[in-house]
Each structure stands twice: as structure tokens, then as C-alpha cells.
């Protein structure tokens, strides 16, 4: 087909549809081979079929030719068949002539077919002839039928020509069944039809019965997991929501487009019509979702995470169908619905990260830095470096820690549902909005009327989800998801305020600068996790027999939920010491290195996957880490093999281990990533793209490269190494007093830590007894004991220093602010 534009300009190929408009349509068959349409453009619509001089129809190929002559004489010989059939006497001579007067129409057939194809013969041997039929005749019908009628005329007048045709086949074929005349077959049609009614009926009822048992299994199944909530049964609202205002106060103008949604219709927009809230869990996003409906005074309608996964494939996709029929429902009668998908991963789940972890292996388990027998090596590192070696230990199966973007992409297809639960759901999202009700769409089309459009159902889909990034990303594009809201961790005064709200609730004794340092002193908490130590913190006080909270509850509930319930097992007096060492080496150097982070708690208690830990907590909400800091946070990790050494008379033991991996991963990655270290070129880039050291190339530029880059992490190791040396033998002291305080108290809060190791007063241990010389050398004598006993591994000679005068006290509800680092 030819489609020129005359008036100058390159020739282009007008849309399908703009040739249906302008009444351009060429139906018949025959026209196929015949000629090339020219189609003029910039002119009024005309169309010519021309056909170059001297140009044939194209030779049929032979099977072509005569496969209806075949056919047809195939149904000739079956019909003197059957004469014979019935007639056994009959000579095959007579059942021919016989048939030849009975069947006359096909010798009809026969004829029309040779005519046929002696005119295709003859378009082929001659180009007049072919262009009198193409050009003249079937050209000048197209064009006279496009002239006359709109496309539209010329569908119905098709449409009814195609029926007359069916009906005439049938009162023919009826006519020869009752030997009668094909008009008089079509009035005795009606009366066998209603002879033959009962026993179609009873064919119909049996059919609707076996329809009706799978209809019934199925809607069975597809019921449940979706609860719907009325305006009235709704109490939460957007004053329940706390330590998120800034998520809140975007919510909340989706809210005002949803109430009055001609405001931005009005002005040529539209209404996102969905949300997604991600970010940890128990920071608020379900409460939030409630409070929307609470505002709107809408209904509500919550859909539960398992309630696509089921045991047939297709019930899925029924449950979309039924809750979104429902919703329309909902929608047309209040004015507006919202529809809130928790856990939404479970449906949509078709993400790089759906089941399957980088490189195919299993996400869940947890990094070497985690797990590392010994010390929990990796507690006391800042949050950002927690996150570096955790994403690094991902090549060796670990699971990520969550972060402030993600990452969405096609993998795996594993999770809840099937795929066809999730194409039901992206097509009721966002799919063609086709008319409702049977009236509207087959009675009026048959009518010849258009059907009436759709009316705009208000429906606000919120989503909320852990992992983003295993949601696939057609789910996520504008037109379905159109806001995507992080619902991170609470900021410091989120805390602040989420405390004040839970406390309000319960009686309690903590003043408003004893609420803002828990806020500080818990820098991850959500709102659910603070929701669960106010009330741990209630079950202390009852346990006590108080009914008032007071700060040593408080922090006994953070405690538990920080450490987890202790396992009770006693270490012997030697292992208990080093293990007091260990930890107070690490306390003493972070308490003197960092100026990021504050300890939080040190305790010698063996936890599941610890013997003993010193975690630390940031002093502010940051979110940039500096060389210092990673520097610090070196130094801490070298404290314990470091200490270990200089106390037990060069020894170490395997605890370190943990210790050492964090120190090297984070070297490495300030060494060859990050610019902190001796050169400025990443390492990372370099591998990717091949490129070798930085004028070199080649296999060998690369081991050299590797070489030296290993070289100077361990050139930097160990100089960090020299420092925590002198720090400890500055510290010695310190170090000893504390290790001390772990032995008697077995776990210390980062003030009462401070406390021991400037030698002050404490919120629950006294300091001030380790800055008494008598006593630190008694701390001096009882290591040289255990050192001896370390040695030759027999019990310790001396007893632990009793501390004089008990100077703990449980009771304590004050939490003095600590002084200034030294």
C-alpha cells in the first residue's frame, strides 16, 4: 500500500485509525492482489485503485486453484454415497443422475468456481481486463459506498448482510430437512423449537447445575480476608499519629483531593488515586492509613496480607474482581472509599529481592559480623558503619539493612499469589475503563446507541510494605502508585512527642528532661517499639509492686528489649575477667575516641549470640559519616585485641574475631572507595571497568594494584593499632575500674559507665570509689591474680574487690545529664 502527502513533505504512513475517520476501509477480499490504494493526503479523502501499465493479477499457486473443485466433487461423490445407501438396488449410474437432478446446486458451485478462477486466469495473462474489474468495478463501489455512507452505516448495513445470509443457509438447510419450501421452513422452525423445549430445558438445567457447583466451590474460596469498616466504626485520627508530621502533612493533602477532587479536575489534573507507605516496621504506617479513614469519614476497607495466597490457581484473581466491584460500590454511595493493602509485598511481590538474594543466595542470614563468636563485634559501631559491613557481607549471603532509598527491578518471580493476581490487580488499578452493567453495555449496543461512560469512582488505594524493593515496578508507576512516602524512623523530637503521648496513658514519675533523654538515648525506636517499652515498663513497675513508673523501670524495660532476657549461665572467675577486660577496652576507648556516638550500654551477660557487648547510641540524628568518625570507629573495634594483648601478657583470644573483620571491611572500604585513605581513585570503578592502576594495565597491574592496596589497609590498621596501645596504657586504670564494675554489676548504662570511668557519682553506681588510689591498686592486685591464673590456668587466688559501702542504689528515679568528655 502506497501513502503519498502531496504539497511537498516526506511520505508517511497515516495512523489505522485516522483512515478508519477519514471513511477509508477496502473489505472486499477480492481486491487482494488486485491493486495498490492511493491515498492522497492534504486534499479532501478520495481513494483510487491504479495499477501500474502493464501489471497482472499474480499467478495463483496450483492448490489454489483447485482445492473448492475438489471439495466440491468430494461432496458429490459422498451424496451418491449415501443414494446408494439407502437404496442398496440402486446401480451407481442411476444414484448419479438420480443425484444429479436432487443436488443440482452443486454442479451450481462448480460452476461459479470455474467462472471464478477463469477470471483470475485471465487477470493474470491481461492487464486491461484486470484493471476494468479493479479500477471500474470494485474501485468505483469503494468509492461510491465512502462517498455515501459514514463507517459507521457501513459496519451495520455488513453486519445485517452477514445475518440475511445465516438466516437464508438456515431456510435452506431446514427446507430440505422438512421437505418444504426454504420461506414455510422458517415459520416451522419456531414450532419445533417448542416441541423440543423440555428436553433442551432439562440439557440447560444440567449444564447451570455443573456451573453452579464450580461457581459455589469458588465463590467459597474467595471469600474472606478483606474487612470492610464503616465511617462510625473508625476512631482513630490524625492526632493519634505520632513522631511522623512530616509524612502526615503530605497524606493529608491527598486528603483534600480526594474531598474535593473538582479542585485540580478543574484545572486539568487528576486525583492520585494511590499511596505507598514503606519504611521499618511498627513506625506507623498502618495507624496512619486508619487515621486517613478516621478524617474522611469514608469507609474503610482493610485487606489482609495472606488473603491472595490460596491453594488454586484463579481465586486470586476472583478476589481482586470482588474487591474492586465492591469498591465501586462503596465508592458510588459515600462519595469516596479507601482501600488500604498491608503488607503489600505479599501481593505485588515480583522485585529483584522477592525470595532470592544476590548471587541466588537466600536472604535471612545474618553477616559474620553478627555472628561472630565472642564479642558482638559489631553493636558498637556507629549506624552507618553497621550498614557498610552489613551490605558488604551481603556477597556472603546477609540480608541489608534499611536505608533511605531503594532499589525496584524485575528477578525472580516467587511470592504470595500468583501472576495473574498481580495482572488483575494492575488492571483494576489502571486498566481500561470500560461501561458498567449489562443494560449499559450489550442492550444499548444492540440498540445501536453508545453505551454511557463510566462515572469516576473516588477510590484511594494506600499500600504499605517493608520491602520496596521486591514490589514490582508496573505496580509502582504513576496512574497507580502516584505518592510513595518513606515512613522512617521517628526523629528525635518524633520521640520525644510519641513518648510524651504513650506516658500520658500510664502514671509515672519521669520529668520532661528525663522523657527527652530516653528520646536520645533511643535513636531507632518506632512508634510500636515505644509503645512496647512504656509498657514493659509498666509490667516492671507492677512486678516491683508499684503502680508508678520510675526511671529504673524505664531502664530495665530497655534493658530487656535491647538485650533480650540474659541466659544465666555464670562464667568461672577467669573467663568472667577477661570478658569484664574485653568489653571495658572497648568502653574505655570509645568513651575517649568518639565524639559522634555515646555509650549506651556495656554488659558481660551472655546473650544468644554474645558473651559480652558495648553498644553505643548517636548524641544527634546525622546522616553524613567523616573520615574521623570511621577512624573512631576503628579504633573501637582494636580496642579489645589490643587490650587483650597488654593485659594478659601478649595473648589473645578468638572473641576478637568479630572485631577484626569489621576493622578491615571498614578500612578497606575508606581505603579503596571512599577517598580517607592514600589515594583518591576508587577501586570499585577501577575493577568494573577494567581499567587496572592508574597508568597500568594487564593481569599483573591488577595483582600489583591488589598488593598494594592490601598493603596499605594494613599499614593503616596497624598505626591505628600503635594509637589504641597508647590510649589503653594511658587508660589502664580506667580500663581495670570498669572491667570491675561489669564483674559486680554484670550490665552498666553508658552514664554509670562514664561515671566509673571519670570517677564520679552515677544515676545507679558510684563512681567515685575508683578514683580512691587504695582501691585501684586492690583492682591491680585481683588482675595480676587472674593474669597468674590465666597463665596456668587454675582458679583465681584472690576474690573480686568488694566495693565498699554499696553504693548502688536500685531506687533511683534521676538521670543527671553527664558532664563533658575529658
Known sequence: MIFRRRRGGASQTPPAESLYRRGLRLTSTFL??????????????????????????????????????????????????AAMADNPL?????????????????????????????????????????????HRVFGGFE????????????????????????????????????????????????????????FLLQIVFLFFVIIIQFVGLFWFLSRGGIDTYMPDDIKTRFSDVWGQD?????????IVFLEKPQEIEAKGGYVPGGILLWGPPGTGKTLMAEAV??????????????????????????KVKSLFRKLRKLALRYGGVIVFFDEADSLGRRGALAQVGPGGRPVGTRPAAFAAAGCHGISYLSSDTRWQLARDALHSGGTPAWRDRFFMGGGMNAGGGDTGTLQALLTELSGLKKPRGIVNRYVRRLLGMKPKPPPKYRILVMMATNMPEALDEALLRPGRIDRIYKVGYPSRAGRVRTYEGYFGKVRHELTPEEIDKLATITPYATGAGIKDLVNEALITAIRAGREVITWADVMKAKQLKSLGPPEGVEYHDRERHATAVHEACHAVVAYRVRRHLEIDIATIEKGAEYLGMVASI?????????????????????????????FFGGDSSSGVSGDLESATRVASLMEGYWGMGHTVSSHAVSSQLGMGTPGGGGKEAEKEMRRQLADRIEDQLATLLARVERILEENRTQVLAVAHALETHKTLQGED???????REGPLVDGRVYADPAFVRELEEYHQAALAAHRGRTPVRLSLPAVPDEPVRRDSAKSPVPEGRS
Open 143 to 198: 468509492r461510491y459506498t465512502h462517498r455515501r455512507f459514514s463507517p459507521w452505516t457501513r459496519f451495520r448495513v455488513w453486519r445485517a448482510t452477514v445475518w440475511l445470509f445465516w438466516i437464508a443457509v438456515f431456510a435452506v438447510v431446514a427446507g430440505k430437512v422438512l421437505d418444504t419450501s426454504p420461506a414455510l421452513a422458517l415459520f416451522e422452525a419456531p414450532r419445533l423449537l417448542w416441541e423440543a423445549l423440555p
Open 90 to 134: 440402486l446401480p451407481f449410474v442411476d444414484a448419479m443422475r438420480e443425484q444429479s437432478r436432487a443436488a443440482s446446486w452443486v454442479f451450481v458451485l462448480l460452476g461459479l468456481e470455474l467462472i471464478r478462477q477463469g477470471h483470475f486466469l485471465i487477470s493474470e495473462r491481461s492487464s486491461d481486463y484486470h484493471r476494468f474489474w479493479t
Open 618 to 646: 548517636p548524641v544527634e540524628d546525622q546522616f553524613t559519616q567523616w573520615r574521623s568518625e570511621y577512624e573512631a570507629d576503628i579504633l573501637v573495634s582494636l580496642a579489645s585485641l589490643s587490650g587483650e594483648r597488654m
Open 293 to 318: 479513614a478516621g478524617e474522611t469519614g469514608h469507609p474503610y476497607v482493610f485487606v489482609d496480607p495472606g488473603a491472595f495466597i490460596q491453594m488454586f490457581m484463579g481465586i486470586g484473581v476472583l
Open 246 to 254: 512530616h509524612v502526615l502533612e503530605r497524606v493529608k493533602e491527598n
Open 753 to 759: 559507665v562514664v561515671a566509673v570511668i571519670e570517677g
Open 32 to 81: 487482494s492482489g488486485f491493486a495498490y490504494p492511493e491515498i492522497v493526503w492534504g486534499e479532501k479523502p478520495k481513494v483510487s485503485l491504479v495499477k501500474s501499465a502493464g501489471a497482472t493479477r499474480p499467478s495463483l499457486p496450483m492448490w489454489d486453484r483447485i482445492k473448492y473443485l475438489l471439495l466440491l466433487t468430494v461432496v458429490w461423490f459422498v451424496l451418491v454415497w
